[in-house]
């Protein structure tokens, strides 16, 4: 089946669900305005869809190779990556100064959903790229600004994250690889890293890693963690290739999906890097790179769904069975069936929600940057501080939910893999596992973000959500406003609750409790949020006489359908934040053995 860019729908969010005309406003982005929108959107799904969804299901079958020490891409993916670079879209957001276009986060990121939903695999390797150059603008020395920054921009060298080791995972305060000063201010880096994704490849010249590593002298834990940048190979004084670097990859996990992108086993021995910013402090410099990753990887979760849903959708309006309720027809197709109608409507609903959440928070990030004044920059870091995580975990459980769905209407044939169906789920399944569990950004939510300002961003959403609930009445009455608002008040009294339980010394056993159902539980209403926004803005165009009446009638139906399947689940989501921690310890290892 073929992918189809959801420009539309991605123009849309981006105006009037994120407010992208607020990142306008700060005149930081003197090039972008409506036509650069949509002239980037519309190339960016062309590339998607002739160039990248085409190799998809064959570097699947095919896979990235390991051999004689080397990973050769899937056939195809070497080529299409240049044509990528060429394009220029590893520099569409990155700063103007290293060569890249300047233009918003939030273009940067809709852009980036068609990649992903062409191609998930093939995805990553510019992903990985787009973290490596934030860190070094932001961290990085004027050597390494000047030498590196602008081939990793121009698509020319790709990037790597380096971090998890077998024996640290998640708790990177145990990695053991170790980086000794060689004298003239190079260091020599030992150690082996796990789960590297396209650490190795044949689809540039030179790959940049970015490697957490310990000095000799530095502290246990993650206070003893400083970030190295080591190249495939030298980079001499004049930007020429030099000498292969000591370090390699061992072999190429075997994974459930994302086939096609090599995820690496790397052995470090005794290579030349250069350290990133300060000693000792790695961790908070790889964290630009794993925010921004984040984020980035939330929006794979709505690429993945957007491209399974199509797949659901064209199945279903082709697959006859039955007769239709509504036309009487005998051998319908099955999308006249109710519950495949309502199961498309919903996933449709989801995609649309997690969209607007991700593109928001892009927009947050944009505004954290660029905004007018220094209190309007800390309120805008606040918000996406806060919607990182959410929309991360919450946007990739909706990727596995949508896929899955997806699978299912497909019935015995979305079990056979010639359908494709059964490979979106494969390749959703990573997103809620890597840069962080979604238990981890569950964890950071109340752990960190949600306390971090005393809860004060957090309050704000809840306001602003209340401002959009007051304007609904023109559009719905009934149960569509009663369980927003509901919802809006399971969140409002999950967060007071969380926020008391943090203040009380014996209290965080409970708040880790309830972490997972809290982000849930915000996703579910931010995500309704969003729909709600879309369908006030679908009514004023409806008005106004402007737009394709059908389409706009659609975003208005669509918070409808989520407000009756998702909303409504608000209230159990609220009593599970408040389960306790107490009610946990009482399931001991032995009644789970049992």
């Given at each position: 089946?073929?992918?189809?860019?959801?420009?539309?729908?991605?123009?849309?969010?981006?105006?009037?669900?994120?407010?992208?005309?607020?990142?306008?406003?700060?005149?930081?982005?003197?090039?972008?305005?409506?036509?650069?929108?949509g002239?980037?959107?519309?190339?960016?799904?062309?590339?998607?869809?002739?160039?990248?969804a085409?190799?998809?299901?064959?570097?699947?079958?095919?896979?990235?190779?390991?051999?004689?020490?080397?990973?050769?891409?899937?056939?195809?993916?070497?080529?299409?990556?240049?044509?990528?670079?060429?394009g220029?879209w590893t520099?569409?957001?990155?700063?103007?100064?290293?060569?890249?276009?300047?233009?918003?986060?939030?273009?940067?990121?809709?852009?980036?959903?068609t990649?992903?939903?062409?191609?998930?695999?093939?995805?990553?390797?510019?992903?990985l790229?787009?973290?490596?150059?934030?860190?070094?603008?932001?961290?990085?020395?004027?050597h390494?600004?000047?030498?590196?920054?602008?081939?990793?921009?121009?698509?020319?060298?790709?990037?790597a994250?380096?971090?998890?080791?077998?024996?640290?995972?998640?708790?990177?305060g145990?990695?053991?690889s170790?980086?000794?000063?060689?004298?003239?201010?190079?260091?020599?880096?030992?150690?082996?890293?796990?789960?590297?994704?396209?650490?190795?490849?044949?689809?540039?010249?030179?790959?940049?890693?970015?490697?957490?590593?310990?000095?000799?002298?530095?502290?246990?834990?993650?206070?003893?963690?400083?970030?190295?940048?080591?190249?495939?190979?030298?980079?001499?004084?004049?930007?020429?290739?030099?000498?292969?670097?000591?370090?390699?990859?061992?072999?190429?996990?075997?994974?459930?999906?994302?086939?096609?992108?090599?995820?690496?086993?790397?052995?470090?021995?005794?290579?030349?890097?250069?350290?990133?910013?300060?000693?000792?402090?790695?961790?908070?410099?790889?964290?630009?790179?794993?925010?921004?990753?984040?984020?980035?990887?939330?929006v794979?979760?709505?690429?993945?769904?957007?491209?399974?849903?199509?797949?659901?959708?064209?199945?279903?309006?082709?697959?006859?069975?039955?007769?239709?309720?509504?036309?009487?027809?005998?051998?319908?197709?099955?999308?006249?069936?109710?519950?495949?109608?309502?199961?498309?409507?919903?996933?449709?609903?989801?995609?649309?929600?997690?969209?607007?959440?991700c593109?928001?928070?892009?927009?947050?990030?944009?505004?954290?940057?660029?905004?007018?004044?220094?209190?309007?920059?800390?309120?805008?870091?606040?918000r996406?501080?806060?919607?990182?995580?959410?929309?991360?975990a919450w946007?990739?459980?909706?990727?596995?939910?949508?896929?899955?769905?997806g699978?299912?209407?497909?019935?015995?044939?979305?079990?056979?893999?010639?359908?494709?169906?059964?490979?979106?789920?494969?390749?959703?399944?990573?997103?809620?596992?890597?840069?962080?569990?979604?238990?981890?950004?569950?964890?950071?939510?109340?752990?960190?973000?949600?306390?971090?300002?005393?809860?004060?961003?957090?309050?704000?959403?809840?306001?602003?959500?209340?401002?959009t609930?007051?304007?609904?009445?023109?559009?719905?009455a009934?149960?569509?406003?009663?369980?927003?608002?509901?919802?809006?008040?399971?969140?409002?009294?999950?967060?007071?609750?969380?926020?008391?339980?943090?203040?009380?010394?014996?209290?965080?056993?409970?708040?880790?409790?309830?972490?997972?159902?809290?982000?849930?539980?915000?996703?579910?209403?931010?995500?309704?949020?969003?729909?709600?926004?879309?369908?006030?803005?679908?009514?004023?165009?409806l008005?106004?006489?402007?737009?394709?009446?059908?389409?706009?009638?659609?975003?208005?139906?669509?918070?409808?359908?989520?407000?009756?399947?998702?909303?409504?689940?608000?209230?159990?989501?609220?009593a599970?934040?408040?389960q306790?921690?107490?009610?946990?310890?009482?399931?001991?290892?032995?009644?789970?053995?049992?």
């Amino acid at each position: 089946m073929t992918y189809r860019a959801p420009v539309r729908d991605l123009a849309f969010t981006l105006k009037a669900v994120a407010g992208v005309d607020r990142v306008a406003a700060t005149g930081a982005f003197p090039d972008f305005d409506d036509d650069v929108m949509g002239a980037v959107l519309e190339a960016a799904g062309q590339l998607s869809e002739n160039v990248l969804a085409p190799l998809n299901r064959s570097g699947d079958l095919a896979g990235a190779v390991y051999a004689n020490g080397a990973v050769t891409a899937a056939p195809g993916f070497a080529e299409a990556y240049g044509e990528f670079a060429q394009g220029g879209w590893t520099g569409l957001a990155a700063p103007v100064h290293a060569g890249g276009q300047g233009l918003p986060k939030a273009l940067e990121l809709a852009a980036f959903e068609t990649v992903h939903a062409a191609n998930m695999a093939f995805g990553l390797c510019p992903m990985l790229s787009l973290a490596a150059i934030e860190a070094l603008d932001a961290h990085g020395t004027e050597h390494q600004k000047t030498h590196y920054l602008p081939r990793l921009v121009s698509g020319e060298w790709t990037g790597a994250m380096c971090l998890t080791e077998p024996q640290a995972g998640s708790d990177l305060g145990a990695l053991t690889s170790t980086a000794t000063p060689n004298g003239d201010g190079t260091y020599s880096l030992t150690g082996q890293k796990i789960y590297i994704t396209w650490g190795d490849h044949d689809a540039t010249p030179n790959i940049v890693h970015m490697v957490l590593a310990r000095l000799p002298d530095a502290p246990p834990g993650p206070k003893g963690i400083s970030l190295f940048l080591a190249n495939k190979f030298d980079v001499r004084a004049d930007g020429s290739l030099g000498d292969r670097n000591a370090f390699r990859p061992v072999g190429l996990e075997h994974k459930l999906g994302i086939h096609a992108s090599p995820t690496c086993v790397m052995a470090y021995e005794g290579a030349r890097a250069e350290l990133v910013g300060r000693p000792n402090e790695g961790l908070s410099h790889m964290f630009v790179m794993m925010n921004a990753a984040r984020l980035a990887v939330g929006v794979q979760g709505v690429g993945i769904a957007e491209r399974a849903y199509q797949a659901a959708l064209a199945y279903a309006l082709d697959r006859r069975q039955g007769r239709s309720v509504w036309t009487g027809e005998a051998g319908a197709p099955i999308v006249d069936h109710p519950d495949v109608r309502r199961s498309l409507a919903v996933m449709k609903a989801r995609i649309a929600a997690a969209r607007g959440l991700c593109l928001t928070t892009g927009v947050a990030a944009d505004l954290a940057r660029h905004a007018d004044s220094e209190e309007q920059r800390q309120f805008w870091k606040g918000r996406e501080d806060l919607l990182t995580p959410i929309a991360k975990a919450w946007s990739t459980d909706v990727g596995v939910q949508v896929a899955s769905q997806g699978l299912q209407i497909h019935g015995g044939m979305g079990f056979i893999e010639e359908t494709g169906a059964a490979q979106h789920y494969r390749d959703a399944r990573i997103a809620p596992i890597y840069e962080g569990t979604n238990g981890i950004q569950a964890m950071d939510l109340v752990g960190r973000k949600l306390g971090q300002d005393g809860g004060q961003a957090a309050r704000d959403i809840i306001s602003d959500m209340r401002g959009t609930l007051a304007r609904l009445p023109r559009l719905y009455a009934g149960k569509p406003i009663e369980r927003f608002k509901a919802a809006i008040d399971a969140v409002e009294d999950a967060t007071l609750w969380l926020l008391d339980r943090k203040a009380d010394p014996a209290g965080g056993a409970d708040v880790l409790a309830g972490a997972d159902a809290y982000l849930t539980l915000m996703g579910d209403v931010i995500g309704g949020w969003m729909l709600a926004l879309g369908a006030l803005e679908a009514r004023a165009e409806l008005d106004a006489g402007q737009g394709d009446a059908g389409w706009l009638e659609g975003r208005i139906a669509l918070y409808e359908v989520y407000a009756a399947n998702v909303l409504g689940h608000a209230s159990s989501r609220l009593a599970a934040v408040g389960q306790g921690g107490a009610l946990l310890q009482r399931i001991t290892v032995d009644v789970l053995a049992a």
